[in-house]
């Protein structure tokens, strides 16, 4: 029986090796982060799968450090999926059968970092999962399967990362049952393609005198698991990790708030912005716990007229 080692460390790895070992095509090693980095966007521990399964686990901060590789070279297969590492030779190499990775956008376009807040921030109505054979390159290796998914400008990167958990479990089960019988032909990628920067948590700072639309958009980008997008209100962090858009042509100065929003549901602040408003609903201030935006100010903490971003 042909094996091979996954490599993940996010969300949607225990999810996967449950439905890898029901249908027959177990991992013989998995490979995940260790606790102590935890604080990475979509962070999730492989300890409860391999225990539930009986699969030998590898906890490490860097796959490129020799352990992986003592471990894996006598496999057929490497699956690395969600891992911020580029896998660098003697590993890349490691199995006869190659390496193989995710990616959720259409490649070539979309190669790099932050992928799907940047699918929301450029207002891409569709995009892909890319499932494609690892080389030296970032993003660049042989396609062997795209899976495309639509995003809809009421999709915050929450719903967004739903939607590519589902399809990389489905393109997981699919495709690695096939390429341990040597069933898959890839595919170069087409010329051309895009870069897509890296993105930081301090990239996340709210510009008020941007339009509503753009800062809507940019909040749902930085959604759980994300670290969400921020401003401030005298000296002190503000999370904002949901809003609302409202086209709207006032003259008030960007960043001040104009009034609460009374809601049996979630209640929200208005919040003018270079043009249009933004219904701010969900908040946190830094180290806390979230809450509505209305109950800041019903506490006192938001006053209206305060300007954000001071």
């Given amino acids: 029986m042909k094996t091979y080692a996954f490599a993940t460390g996010m969300e949607f790895a225990a999810p996967a090796v449950d439905v890898l070992v029901a249908q027959g095509t177990p991992p013989s090693l998995l490979i995940g982060y260790p606790q102590k980095l935890q604080h990475r966007s ?183 698991p994300y670290p969400g997008a921020f401003t401030s209100v005298s000296g002190r962090r503000l999370y904002v990790h949901s809003a609302d858009l409202i086209e709207y042509g006032g003259a008030e100065p960007p960043g001040t708030v104009l009034a609460p929003v009374w809601s049996t549901g979630v209640g929200g602040v208005l919040v003018a912005c270079g043009s249009g408003l933004l219904m701010v609903r969900e908040v946190q201030w830094e180290g806390e716990d979230r809450r509505d935006a209305l109950d800041l100010v019903e506490s006192g903490e938001l006053a209206v007229g305060a300007g954000l971003g001071t």
């Avoid at 999962?129 to 915050?156: H, K, N, P, Y």
């Avoid at 958990?165 to 089960?173: K, P, Q, S, W, Y």
């Fill in 42 to 224: 979509g962070f999730a521990p492989l300890r409860e799968a391999s225990e539930k399964h009986g699969i030998p686990l590898l906890e490490t901060s860097d796959i490129n450090d020799g352990q992986a590789y003592e471990l894996v070279k006598g496999m057929d297969l490497f699956v690395i999926a969600g891992w911020s590492q580029l896998v660098r030779e003697p590993l890349l190499s490691a199995c006869p059968l190659g390496s193989i990775g995710l990616h959720p956008t259409r490649l070539p376009e979309g190669r790099g970092r932050a992928a799907l807040p940047w699918t929301i921030i450029k207002r891409l109505e569709t995009s892909a999962v890319s499932l494609f054979f690892l080389d030296e390159g970032a993003d660049t290796g042989d396609l062997i399967a795209q899976r495309e998914f639509t995003v809809s400008r009421r999709d915050d990167v929450t719903e967004v990362y739903r939607k590519v958990t589902e399809i990389n479990v489905d393109l997981l089960a699919t495709y690695i049952p096939l390429l341990l019988e040597g069933r898959v032909v890839a595919r170069p990628q087409g010329p051309g393609g895009s870069w897509w920067d890296k993105r930081r948590p301090e990239d996340g700072v709210i510009d008020w005198s941007r339009p509503a639309s753009d800062l809507y958009d940019f909040v749902r980008a930085l959604a759980a």
